[in-house]
């Protein structure tokens, strides 16, 4: 069992930064894909950042390239979420998720653990 605990979140201005953080417990840290989603109120979990277990490819949705970055530390069991530009639109609870198993790194089903959330809000 893999536990996953989001920090990073807040309150803050459009145009503002974040640097959201999701420290993982587990020795096989390395060997995991990991990626955050967010979920808006009303609307569905959607993905934002993709991160391979190497960290030799990165993957982001459309309405975050450019703006979001994802990272990780293996040393640190610890993958990051580095949002510049924010907009009132990125206003969501945003979770982390760990996954070992094969498939679409942009899918919730690939991730196996997932985090309880940490709250995002953006005003304009």
């Known amino acids: 069992q893999v536990q996953l605990v989001e920090s990073g979140g807040g309150l803050v201005q459009a145009g503002a930064s974040l640097r959201l953080s999701c420290v993982a417990s587990t020795r096989t840290f390395s060997s995991y894909a990991l990626a955050w989603f967010h979920q808006a109120p009303g609307k569905e979990r959607e993905f934002v950042a993709a991160i391979t277990w190497s960290g030799s490819s990165t993957y982001y949705s459309d309405s975050v390239k450019g703006r979001f970055t994802i990272s990780r530390d293996n040393a640190k069991n610890t993958v990051y979420l580095q949002m510049n530009s924010l907009k009132p639109e990125d206003t969501a609870v945003y979770y982390c998720?760990?996954?070992?198993?094969?498939?679409?790194?942009?899918?919730?089903?690939?991730?196996?653990?997932w985090g309880q959330g940490t709250q995002v809000t953006v005003s304009s």
């Open positions: 998720a760990a996954g070992g198993r094969a498939g679409n790194y942009l899918s919730s089903r690939r991730y196996d653990y």
